[in-house]
């Protein structure tokens, strides 16, 4: 079972909107700090942002558009992406640390494609 668990890929038109999901396999975690990677073929691996606390941190190529929060239970991140553009193509990953309590432990998820196409 994979610890985390991306969700909300797809097909999206430019300038369109996505909202991914990253959340534990085991309810009763919590996450304590999650980066979003994102990698498009033939690309390394993209920072794209993350929350630590009620901090967060954005790539440059996505400052501005894209939006990362967490539900107040803080058993799920998500990554708001707004008016989103062909370039924005890619596998999108979580990289948490996870636990019943913090620190917790980094997990990869296992990623969600996201496709920005007419």
């Known amino acids: 079972q994979v610890p985390v668990v991306e969700s909300g890929g797809g097909l999206v038109q430019p300038g369109g909107s996505l909202r991914l999901s990253c959340a534990p396999s085991?309810?009763?975690?919590?996450?304590?700090?999650m980066h979003w990677y994102r990698q498009a073929p033939g690309s390394h691996r993209e920072f794209v942002g993350l929350i630590n606390g009620d901090n967060t941190n954005y790539g440059d190529s996505v400052k501005g558009r894209f939006t990362i929060s967490r539900d107040n239970a803080k058993t799920t991140v998500y990554l708001q992406m707004n008016n989103v553009k062909p370039d924005d193509t890619a596998v999108y990953y979580c990289?948490?640390?996870?636990?019943?309590?913090?620190?917790?432990?980094?997990?990869w998820g296992q990623g969600t494609q996201v496709t920005v196409s007419s």
């Open positions: 990289y948490a640390a996870v636990g019943p309590s913090p620190p917790g432990k980094w997990y």
């Open positions: 085991e309810s009763t975690f919590n996450i304590y700090t």
